[in-house]
């Protein structure tokens, strides 16, 4: 089955810029989504087809995806982005839907 | 406003079974996927499975976890959606959400979610 990596954890000054990273193999020829997840609330989708953003996510958010990685950009970091990210996709293969495991998010 | 909103959840025995619900208003329900998400107490976020919508012929396709145990249906006058588990295992403790598809295979609107807790 398909397999998305993501590192567990990150930590990021405000004001900086966050990169967070999701592998899996050929991932560039997926669409990738990203959602971000605060504790004790539901996951949002904070951007879909790689690059794509929904209505009301900041453009401080960006996303991009080539070969065997996809990357959620995050600028100008605030206080209120500390959370879990996950990367999704769907396997064709397997006609499942694929989570990475997702990174926790540290605001210093 | 779009809202999915999950019910029945609950604490079952292993082996048992359980049914949730999922209550969507707001959007055309039968224009989209539906999806079921779960994650288990502290850890990352699973896929459960999926129906496509009426044009797709309401296709469901299930993670290979729960696959032959778990069953999705929808109500499209009701617009309504139910997760059938049953053979539960303690591992299937999680809290469940119910997801509307967007585009691709994204997930755009969430529920809360319902806790599911199967323990003797």
């Known amino acids: 089955s398909y397999v998305l990596t993501q590192p567990p954890s990150m930590s990021v000054a405000p004001g900086k810029t966050a990169r967070i990273t999701c592998g899996g193999n050929?991932?560039?020829?997926?669409?990738v989504h990203w959602y971000q997840q605060k504790p004790g609330q539901a996951p949002v989708l904070v951007i879909y087809?790689?690059?794509d953003r929904p209505s009301g996510i900041p453009d401080r958010f960006s996303g991009s995806n080539s070969g065997n990685t996809a990357t959620l950009t995050i600028s100008r970091v605030e206080a209120g982005d500390e959370a879990d990210y996950y990367c999704?996709?769907?396997?064709?293969?397997?006609?499942?839907?694929?989570f990475g495991g997702g990174t926790k998010l540290t605001v210093l | 406003e779009v809202q999915v909103v999950e019910s029945g959840g609950g604490l079952v025995q292993p082996g048992g079974s359980l049914r949730l619900s999922c209550a969507a208003s707001g959007f055309i329900f039968s224009d989209h996927y539906m999806d079921w998400v779960r994650q288990a107490p502290g850890k990352g976020l699973e896929w459960v499975g999926r129906t496509r919508n009426k044009a797709n012929s309401y296709i469901t396709e299930y993670a290979a976890s729960v696959k032959g145990r778990f069953t999705i249906s929808r109500d499209d006058s009701k617009n309504s959606l139910s997760l059938q588990m049953n053979s539960l295992k303690t591992e299937d403790t999680a809290v469940y959400y119910c997801?509307?598809?967007?585009?691709?295979?994204?997930?755009?609107?969430w529920g809360q979610g319902t806790l599911v807790t199967v323990s003797s």
């Open positions: 050929n991932i560039g020829s997926k669409s």
């Open positions: 997801a509307r598809g967007g585009s691709g295979s994204s997930l755009d609107f």
């Open positions: 087809y790689d690059s």
């Open positions: 999704q996709v769907w396997d064709n293969s397997s006609d499942h839907k694929v």
